[in-house]
C-alpha cells in the first residue's frame, strides 16, 4: 500500500478528532443528565414559567427554555455547553495540528484536566459563558488564519450570548471585540483599503463599536425578557461592602429602610458575617438586611454605599482582599468551592451512578486543593502571558496570546471587588483562556527557539 494510500484510510487530523468526541462522550455519559445548583434549579423553573427576572441571566434561561421542550432537564443544555466545548476544541485541532502536533494534542488534552471536566458537568451560566467564549475564540482565530468572513460572523452571536450570560462579562468580551475589529479589517476588502490609511484607529474604532453593540443588544434582550421585573442581584455584594466596614468601624452604615427596620441588628450582622461569603448575613430574620424589590430602596442602598466607601477606604479594601484571597485560594489550605460537590435533584433529575462517573469524581477531589484549581494562579498566567506577548511584539500567533490574556485576567481581576462568594467557577473562563494563551505561546516559544538554533548552525 502506498503512503498517499494510507493517508487516506487514516488522515493525520484524524486522533485529533477522535480525542475531541471522545472527551464529548465522555462528559455527557459520566455527568448524564447534568447537574444543577441551586442557581440552575431557578433558572429552569423561570425556563419552563417563560417568567424571567435578572437576579441570574434570563438569557440563559430564554434558552434553556427552548431546549427543554426537545429534552427536558438539564441535559439538553448539559449536551449543548459540552458540544459548544468540544467543538471548539476540534476547531483549534484544525487550526493547528498540520503545523505543530504538539501544540494541537496539548489543547485538545487540557480539556481532560480536572477543573475543566469537573465544571462540564453542571449547567450553570458561568460555564455557559466559558464555552460560549471559547468557541467564539476558536471561530475568530480561524477567521484570522484564514480570512474567513463566516467564521468572523459566526463568532458574533457566541459573543453576544457570552455578554448576556454573565451580567459581569463585559469584561472578558472587550479584547475580544477588539480583536474581532481588527480582524473585519483584514476580511472584508472595503474595510482593508481603508485600513491602509488608518492601520490603528479604523480597527479599533470598529472594535470599540462591536464592543457597544454587544453589550447594548444583550441589555435590550435582558430587558425584553424580563419585562421590567429587576431584582437587584448586586445588592447582595453592597450589603457585604457595607457589613464589613460597619463591623469594623462598629456602627450600622445601612441606608434607612435597613436601619429604621425593627428587626435590624449589627450584633446579628456581627454573628453572621464572613468575608468569604455574601449570603449569610442577608434575610429579614436572620439580621434585619432585607433583599429588596423597590428601586427606590436600591437608590438609597448605592448613594449609601457611594457615601461610605470612599470615607472608609481602608475598611473596604481590605475585607474585598480578604474575599478575594477566598475566591482565587491564595493564602488558603484548601479551595473553598472548587466545584459543584452535590447537585440538586428538582423534577426527579438526579445525577448517575456509572463507574465513570464514580472515577471521575474520585479525580476531581484528589486534585482538588492543587493550583489547577486556584483562581490566584490563573490570573498571574494572563498576566504574565500578556506581558511576554507585548514584549515579542505580539509577533506570529502572539496577538491572540494576548488577546485571550487580557479577556481572562480583566474578568477575573473585576471579582476583586465583586465577588460574592468563594467559588472557583468565577474563574473559569480565566482558566480556560489562560490555558488556550499558554499553549499558543509555548508552541511561538519552541518556534523561535528552534529557528535560532538553526541559524546558528547555519553561521
Request: glycine share 8%; charged share 15%; proline share 5%.
Amino acid at each position: 500500500m502506498t503512503t498517499d494510500a494510507k493517508k487516506t484510510l487514516w488522515p493525520v487530523g484524524l486522533p485529533g478528532y477522535l480525542l475531541c468526541a471522545a472527551g464529548f462522550l465522555l462528559c455527557v455519559v459520566a455527568f448524564y443528565p447534568g447537574y444543577m445548583s441551586p442557581d440552575s434549579t431557578g433558572q429552569l423553573m423561570q425556563a419552563r414559567a417563560w417568567d424571567f427576572t435578572d437576579w441570574h441571566p434570563p438569557l440563559m434561561a430564554a434558552v434553556w427554555g427552548v431546549v427543554d421542550r426537545a429534552l427536558p432537564g438539564p441535559a439538553g443544555m448539559l449536551i449543548l455547553q459540552n458540544a459548544a466545548y468540544w467543538g471548539a476544541v476540534a476547531l483549534f485541532w484544525r487550526a493547528t495540528y498540520r503545523r505543530s502536533v504538539w501544540l494541537g494534542l496539548g489543547l485538545v488534552a487540557f480539556g481532560f484536566m480536572p477543573q475543566v471536566l469537573s465544571n462540564l458537568s453542571t449547567v450553570w451560566k458561568d460555564a455557559n459563558l466559558g464555552v460560549a467564549l471559547l468557541l467564539a475564540s476558536a471561530l475568530l482565530y480561524r477567521a484570522r488564519q484564514t480570512n474567513s468572513r463566516a467564521a468572523l460572523v459566526a463568532s458574533l452571536p457566541l459573543l453576544f450570548y457570552g455578554c448576556g450570560v454573565r451580567l459581569n462579562a463585559a469584561p472578558a468580551i472587550l479584547p475580544l471585540a477588539l480583536w474581532a475589529g481588527l480582524i473585519a479589517c483584514r476580511v472584508f476588502p472595503a474595510l482593508r483599503s481603508r485600513a491602509e490609511r488608518l492601520p490603528r484607529l479604523l480597527p479599533a474604532s470598529i472594535g470599540i463599536v462591536c464592543f457597544l453593540l454587544l453589550v447594548g443588544a444583550a441589555t435590550l434582550a435582558t430587558e425584553a425578557l424580563i419585562k421590567g421585573k429587576h431584582s437587584y442581584t448586586g445588592q447582595t455584594v453592597l450589603l457585604h461592602d457595607l457589613a464589613a466596614i460597619s463591623l469594623e468601624r462598629g456602627v450600622p452604615l445601612f441606608p434607612d429602610y435597613i436601619v429604621r427596620d425593627e428587626r435590624f441588628s449589627l450584633d446579628k450582622v456581627a454573628g453572621q458575617y464572613m468575608p468569604f461569603v455574601a449570603t449569610p448575613i442577608l434575610g429579614v430574620e436572620q439580621t434585619g438586611l432585607k433583599i429588596s424589590g423597590d428601586a427606590r430602596d436600591m437608590d438609597a442602598l448605592r448613594a449609601k454605599w457611594l457615601e461610605v466607601v470612599p470615607n472608609n477606604a481602608g475598611a473596604y479594601l481590605r475585607h474585598r482582599w480578604a474575599a478575594f484571597e477566598w475566591v482565587t485560594g491564595l493564602n488558603q489550605p484548601d479551595v473553598c468551592l472548587p466545584y459543584l460537590f452535590a447537585s440538586s435533584s428538582p423534577f426527579g433529575y438526579k445525577t448517575n451512578d456509572l463507574a465513570a462517573h464514580r472515577l471521575l469524581r474520585a479525580y476531581f477531589w484528589a486534585l482538588r486543593n492543587t493550583v489547577f484549581f486556584r483562581g490566584f494562579f490563573w490570573l498571574l498566567v494572563c498576566a504574565a502571558l500578556g506581558y511576554f506577548s507585548l514584549r515579542g511584539r505580539l509577533t506570529g500567533d502572539l496577538d491572540f496570546v494576548f488577546v485571550l490574556a487580557m479577556s481572562g485576567l480583566l474578568y477575573g481581576a473585576a471579582y476583586f471587588f465583586i465577588a460574592p462568594s468563594c467559588d472557583f467557577r468565577f474563574f473559569w473562563w480565566t482558566m480556560l483562556a489562560a490555558m488556550v494563551a499558554l499553549m499558543f505561546f509555548l508552541a511561538f516559544a519552541l518556534d523561535r527557539w528552534r529557528g535560532s538554533r538553526r541559524a546558528a548552525a547555519s553561521a
